[in-house]
């Protein structure tokens, strides 16, 4: 395991973050034994490709460990494969169709790892990555052991799963097999969708806010007239009201007021509460 005094602001798609001293890089197996020294008494954060996280412009005074380890199993066992919790989703894809195997053409288009998606329990077009979870392997961070959890025992919901002080090492992930056509053109007309209606992944972490359960986000911003709405250099998209995109320098501050005004004119239009899908680390003062 290699710790380094890194810029989060290289490890996030937003490209905001100070430094911090105490960064790990989990590269290999072997390394996981180390990870029982470190103290997880203090603050510490688990980072993924960082696609859906915003740290604050501060520096971080905690711990990060970013699991890089990326192996993918070579064969299926019964339609079930292990994949390494760092795994690139776009790669877990690519791979997938490459066995002609169907339920990850979604995954071509969301730039996080396999640990971020299970954490985020992510999805789009009507998937959502849980469904395709057996168990987990994950280094408890309380009991510093390494555990397995099956699926059956996690709860999990839209953009959310419940598993606290974990830093998930593999999954095993099942697949069917499939038509190559069949996947390909999945994989083609879900790339489409994105390019027609969603800005590219620079500087923005996908959709700020969650959907609810009779509500869009993005037509709720949209319908309060705040498309385009602008911020210190972070704007709500033109082209999807529920991503907000910064510029070159732009401040995390900004994010984070963006954010806040957005809520509360939703509220005030609408008198709904949207909840963010992004994740706020640090601190922010308005
Ligand atoms: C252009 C763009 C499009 C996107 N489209 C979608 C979409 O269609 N659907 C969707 O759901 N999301 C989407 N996202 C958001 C994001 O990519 C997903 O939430 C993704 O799953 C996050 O993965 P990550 O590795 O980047 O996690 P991070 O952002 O690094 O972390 C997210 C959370 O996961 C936790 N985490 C990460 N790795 C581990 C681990 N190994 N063990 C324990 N916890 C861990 C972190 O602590 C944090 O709580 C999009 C983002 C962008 C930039």
Known sequence: MIKTTTALKKNTTYRFGG??????????KSEIDKIHNLNFDNEYFILGKGSNVVFSDNNYEGIVIQNKMENIDTVFTNDSINVDAGVYLPNLSRYLKDSDRTGGEYLLGI??????????????????FMDSVNFLTYFDTVDKKIKN????????????????????LSANLSFIKEDPKKINNKMIEFTKHRKNTQPSAIYNAGSVFKNGPNYYAAELIERAGLKGYEIDGVKVSEKHSNFFIASKNAKALALYKLVK??????????DIELKEEIIFIGEFVD
């Open 19 to 28: 430094i911090c001293n105490d960064f790990y890089t989990l590269n290999e």
């Open 111 to 128: 730039p996080g790892t396999v640990g971020g998606a299970i954490k985020m329990n992510a999805g789009c077009y009507g998937y959502e």
């Open 149 to 168: 959890i099956n699926r059956k025992n996690i709860k999990y919901s839209y953009r959310n799963t419940e598993i606290k002080n974990a830093i998930i």
């Open 261 to 270: 005004y957005v809520k509360e004119q939703v509220k005030l239009n609408y």
